[in-house]
């Protein structure tokens, strides 16, 4: 962006020079050297506020939060027993942590082998010439706009076992035996669980679809269409090879939301019953500020953003590759 | 191009102004909260309670303005805050050493620390003259080697409240006072086709309750005092509490998805009470309030009955299980703060908050007060305790009781062994004492 802003006025500068005669060669370098100067003051200017708060709010906690994790602290005054790893080596002799690893992987299984090839079906129906579609996405969309809280009482009452809507619908049309215990059962609580997670979190991938879905020129369609491919050719040798940067950054952002996962589920089940559906974020708090153990809680919290971290950096390198490398070389070559 | 240059500039200039301005007042405020001073030469004695709801809250400011009209050298500021806003604001201000003049205690762990830390006032020579008459079970949370650290004005136990005429259906005579008879009950209200017992499974300390009478019962209240103080609660008595409350689960005696049900939401444990649902629960004596609250309320059929006594046990059928709510004092506080304390819990006024908020006296002077027959059966129970347990969260260090709360919802719901929960709250217990 600032690059842009200096150099448009080099336009009228230059035809100046241009000008014969009129300006002396010295005054040439001179100029960009304070230009420079004044670049670094209003970056300087700009940046400093913005990287102070974030050092303050983001950096120093996270900070703080690595070095607690090598106490055993509660939270009261400063901490002073140090236990070294203890509370690294507690983590993963821990079966409700080993569980939240389990439970996270799961959902993150579920939610590309089924919430995102959902959420594309459904971008690419609405894609379609079709009557009233604006309110269909519109509808599809409204449950990510809904507040987590919301959802969660919400299907926290629709699933009640029994009473709910849910098995009083399947009563009503002779499904009794598909109802059941829902959120309150062992078994059963991750699917219901992953449901309510499709039905909210759907309609973002497919918003984010049919926006790249947008961007496909017709004209590739209607020659494939002339060369006698049909729907299925079509969509598997242009659809999706050029929705392909909008599917990568859309399965990223599902594993992010899965990692930390939070919200919902503490609304919920709070990870009950019996930590069936416990996330480790769930259970940092847990630790945190039901246990009072800060130490280890903060480990857990480590652990978190080393998996988010060492995902986010191994997924742009790998896969996210070709969509990055052609920001970056557009951006060197401006500079 | 100057005119552009200049516009930039002065726009630079105001962002950071701006930016500025707003870093400055964020710092301002993070430093705007700063202590109470008596400027005006009066005593100021900061107050600091969490009762939230009406008309206790209009009451107890109402008696806070009474005492300034009758020492008007004294200023009552009162800082009323929510239950868990008060807990996280005061584990800060004991860090800080710096308590509020008087303060809202359960007792227990808690207030040790904070004895411990040397920062609350022992109480015991001047409130004796005027706590004579109080229940013991009342002051018990409170008492530390013998000396008293607050003041109750409200108490309460944990007891089986039941639906009478679930019962009479089932063909119960009278409720039970053993644990056989109580397992036998259970079963009579079983094949009569009602489900036994409400329980919150998702809150998990509702099923804390029953563990820990059973503990009190078979093991005993000195077995449960040593258990803590030593770290050890792999004791016979414990694992055969848990063995206990394993007979009464293999009965499935719960309502349909009680592993995912809350306490007082409006499918939750209480609204199967009150909604004639379930035959009875284990719960506080606040449970007709919220029975009526979450559901309909069931009026006359419900009744109260005592955790029955287990065979063979060390524990009474008359040993309590439960907690209260007290006022503790800073230590250096002014005078006027116990001075306070002696107004509020005046007969009169103590009388009419049993009367108009539904607390159960501390004193035994003011039990006429009582109306409600539930509550008086509650009240007398309490008055004749012959032992008193806390709470468990509250007695232990907050990360055990977690653990018993986690272990004790872990055998309910069947995946962990009474030897399994014994282990379980001792580890915990020994990483704490240590």
């Given at each position: 962006?600032?690059?842009?802003?200096?150099?448009?006025?080099?336009?009228?500068?230059?035809?100046?020079?241009?000008?014969?005669?009129?300006?002396?060669?010295?005054?040439?370098?001179?100029?960009?050297?304070l230009?420079?100067?004044?670049?670094?003051?209003?970056?300087?200017?700009?940046?400093?506020?913005?990287?102070?708060?974030?050092?303050?709010?983001?950096?120093?906690?996270?900070?703080?939060?690595?070095?607690?994790?090598?106490?055993?602290?509660?939270?009261?005054?400063?901490p002073?027993?140090?236990?070294?790893?203890?509370?690294?080596?507690?983590?993963?002799?821990?079966?409700v942590?080993?569980?939240?690893?389990?439970?996270?992987?799961?959902?993150?299984?579920?939610?590309?082998?089924?919430?995102?090839?959902?959420?594309?079906?459904?971008?690419?129906?609405?894609?379609?010439?079709?009557?009233?579609?604006?309110?269909?996405?519109?509808?599809?969309?409204?449950?990510?706009?809904?507040?987590?809280?919301?959802?969660?009482?919400?299907?926290?009452?629709i699933f009640?076992?029994?009473?709910?809507l849910?098995?009083?619908?399947?009563?009503?049309?002779?499904?009794?035996?598909?109802?059941?215990?829902?959120?309150?059962?062992?078994d059963?609580?991750?699917?219901?669980?992953?449901?309510?997670?499709?039905?909210?979190?759907?309609g973002f991938?497919?918003?984010?679809?049919?926006?790249?879905?947008?961007?496909?020129?017709?004209?590739?369609?209607?020659?494939?269409?002339?060369?006698?491919a049909?729907?299925?050719?079509?969509f598997?040798?242009i659809?999706?090879?050029?929705?392909?940067?909008?599917l990568?950054?859309?399965?990223?952002?599902?594993?992010?939301?899965?990692?930390?996962?939070?919200?919902?589920?503490?609304?919920?089940?709070?990870?009950?019953?019996?930590?069936?559906?416990?996330?480790?974020?769930?259970?940092?708090?847990?630790?945190?500020?039901?246990?009072?153990?800060?130490?280890?809680?903060?480990?857990?919290?480590?652990?978190?953003?080393?998996?988010?971290?060492?995902?986010?950096?191994?997924?742009?390198?790998?896969?996210?590759?070709?969509?990055?490398?052609?920001?970056?070389?557009?951006?060197?070559?401006?500079? | 191009?100057?005119?552009?240059?200049?516009t930039?500039?002065?726009?630079r200039?105001?962002?950071?102004?701006?930016?500025?301005?707003?870093?400055?007042?964020?710092?301002?405020?993070?430093?705007?909260?700063?202590?109470?001073?008596?400027s005006?030469?009066?005593?100021?004695?900061?107050?600091?309670?969490?009762?939230?709801?009406?008309?206790?809250?209009?009451?107890?400011?109402?008696?806070?303005?009474?005492?300034?009209?009758?020492?008007p050298?004294?200023?009552?500021?009162?800082?009323?805050?929510e239950?868990?806003?008060?807990?996280?604001?005061?584990?800060?201000?004991?860090?800080?050493?710096?308590?509020?003049?008087?303060?809202?205690t359960?007792?227990?762990g808690?207030?040790?620390?904070?004895?411990?830390?040397?920062?609350?006032?022992?109480?015991?020579?001047?409130?004796a003259?005027?706590?004579?008459?109080?229940?013991?079970?009342?002051?018990?949370?409170?008492r530390?080697?013998?000396?008293?650290?607050?003041?109750?004005?409200d108490?309460?136990?944990?007891?089986?409240?039941?639906?009478?005429?679930l019962?009479?259906?089932?063909?119960?005579?009278?409720?039970?006072?053993?644990?056989?008879?109580?397992?036998?009950?259970?079963?009579?209200?079983?094949?009569?086709?009602?489900?036994?017992?409400?329980?919150a499974g998702?809150e998990?300390?509702?099923?804390?309750?029953?563990?820990?009478?059973?503990?009190?019962?078979?093991?005993?209240?000195?077995?449960?005092?040593?258990?803590?103080?030593?770290?050890?609660?792999?004791?016979e008595?414990?694992?055969?509490?848990?063995?206990?409350?394993?007979?009464?689960?293999?009965?499935?005696?719960?309502?349909?998805?009680?592993?995912?049900?809350?306490?007082?939401?409006?499918?939750?444990?209480?609204?199967?009470?009150?909604?004639?649902?379930?035959?009875?629960?284990?719960?506080?004596?606040?449970?007709?309030?919220?029975?009526?609250?979450?559901?309909?309320?069931?009026?006359?059929?419900?009744?109260f009955?005592?955790?029955?006594?287990?065979?063979?046990?060390q524990?009474?059928?008359?040993e309590?299980?439960?907690?209260?709510?007290?006022?503790?004092?800073?230590?250096?506080?002014?005078d006027a703060?116990v001075e306070?304390?002696k107004?509020?819990?005046?007969?009169?006024?103590?009388?009419?908050?049993?009367?108009?908020?539904?607390?159960?006296?501390?004193?035994?002077?003011?039990r006429?007060?009582?109306?409600?027959?539930?509550?008086?059966?509650?009240?007398?129970?309490?008055?004749?305790?012959?032992?008193?347990?806390?709470?468990?969260?509250q007695?232990?260090?907050?990360?055990?009781?977690?653990?018993?709360?986690?272990?004790?919802?872990?055998?309910i719901?069947?995946?962990?062994?009474?030897?399994?929960?014994?282990?379980?709250?001792?580890?915990?217990?020994?990483?704490?004492?240590?």
């Open positions: 962006m600032t690059h842009s802003t200096t150099s448009t006025p080099y336009a009228p500068e230059l035809g100046k020079v241009a000008e014969p005669g009129s300006v002396p060669p010295a005054a040439g370098p001179r100029r960009p050297v230009r420079r100067l004044g670049d670094w003051l209003s970056a300087v200017v700009f940046t400093v506020p913005a990287l102070a708060l974030f050092g303050l709010l983001v950096l120093v906690p996270m900070g703080y939060a690595f070095y607690v994790s090598f106490f055993d602290w509660g939270g009261f005054g400063s002073t027993d140090v236990t070294g790893f203890g509370n690294y080596t507690r983590l993963f002799e821990d079966p942590f080993l569980g939240d690893l389990w439970r996270g992987g799961l959902l993150i299984g579920f939610s590309i082998a089924l919430q995102l090839p959902f959420a594309l079906a459904m971008a690419v129906l609405l894609n379609q010439e079709l009557r009233g579609r604006a309110v269909y996405r519109m509808l599809f969309f409204a449950p990510y706009i809904l507040s987590e809280v919301i959802t969660g009482v919400l299907f926290g009452m009640a076992p029994g009473d709910g849910a098995d009083r619908l399947l009563g009503a049309v002779g499904l009794d035996g598909l109802g059941g215990e829902w959120f309150a059962g062992r059963t609580v991750l699917p219901t669980l992953f449901l309510v997670m499709t039905w909210k979190y759907f991938h497919m918003m984010l679809y049919l926006a790249g879905l947008q961007g496909i020129p017709a004209e590739l369609y209607e020659a494939a269409r002339i060369d006698g049909g729907t299925w050719q079509r598997r040798h659809t999706l090879p050029l929705l392909a940067p909008t990568r950054i859309s399965a990223f952002l599902s594993v992010i939301f899965s990692i930390q996962l939070f919200d919902l589920v503490w609304v919920i089940t709070t990870g009950g019953p019996d930590h069936a559906s416990e996330t480790m974020a769930i259970s940092m708090v847990q630790y945190g500020f039901k246990r009072y153990q800060m130490g280890y809680a903060s480990a857990i919290s480590v652990v978190m953003f080393l998996i988010s971290l060492v995902f986010a950096l191994a997924y742009q390198r790998f896969v996210l590759r070709r969509d990055t490398e052609g920001a970056l070389t557009t951006m060197r070559a401006n500079r | 191009m100057r005119a552009l240059g200049n930039s500039l002065s726009r200039g105001f962002m950071a102004a701006s930016a500025a301005t707003g870093l400055g007042a964020a710092a301002l405020s993070a430093c705007g909260s700063s202590d109470s001073g008596n005006s030469g009066k005593t100021t004695v900061e107050w600091w309670n969490i009762t939230t709801t009406q008309p206790a809250k209009k009451l107890w400011a109402q008696r806070a303005r009474e005492f300034e009209a009758a020492h050298d004294v200023k009552i500021k009162v800082v009323t805050l239950n868990e806003a008060y807990k996280s604001k005061m584990t800060a201000l004991t860090t800080s050493g710096k308590l509020p003049d008087i303060f809202h359960w007792g227990g808690v207030l040790q620390q904070q004895i411990d830390a040397g920062l609350v006032e022992d109480l015991t020579d001047k409130v003259p005027w706590t004579k008459q109080y229940v013991p079970a009342a002051l018990a949370a409170y530390f080697d013998d000396k008293t650290y607050a003041v109750p004005f108490i309460g136990m944990v007891g089986f409240w039941y639906n009478k005429a019962f009479a259906k089932a063909e119960i005579a009278s409720p039970p006072t053993t644990w056989s008879a109580y397992l036998d009950a259970v079963k009579a209200l079983k094949s009569a086709g009602i489900t036994p017992i409400a329980l998702k998990k300390w509702p099923g804390m309750y029953y563990w820990a009478y059973l503990a009190m019962r078979v093991a005993g209240l000195d077995a449960m005092q040593k258990a803590a103080t030593d770290a050890d609660f792999t004791g008595g414990f694992v055969k509490a848990g063995e206990h409350l394993k007979e009464l689960v293999a009965l499935e005696p719960f309502q349909k998805g009680f592993l995912g049900a809350a306490y007082s939401t409006p499918n939750g444990e209480a609204a199967a009470m009150g909604n004639g649902k379930a035959a009875m629960e284990l719960m506080g004596q606040w449970a007709p309030v919220v029975e009526g609250d979450a559901g309909k309320g069931i009026g006359k059929d419900l009744g009955f005592s955790f029955p006594a287990v065979e063979g046990g524990g009474a059928l008359t309590v299980f439960g907690g209260g709510g007290g006022h503790a004092v800073r230590k250096g506080a002014p703060a306070f304390l107004f509020f819990a005046e007969k009169e006024f103590a009388a009419k908050l049993v009367k108009d908020t539904g607390l159960i006296p501390v004193s035994k002077d003011v006429s007060a009582l109306t409600d027959a539930n509550l008086t059966a509650v009240s007398d129970a309490l008055n004749s305790a012959t032992g008193f347990q806390l709470y468990l969260d007695a232990y260090a907050p990360a055990v009781g977690q653990e018993i709360n986690d272990s004790v919802a872990a055998l719901a069947g995946s962990k062994s009474p030897q399994q929960v014994t282990r379980s709250v001792t580890e915990v217990a020994k990483s704490e004492k240590s």
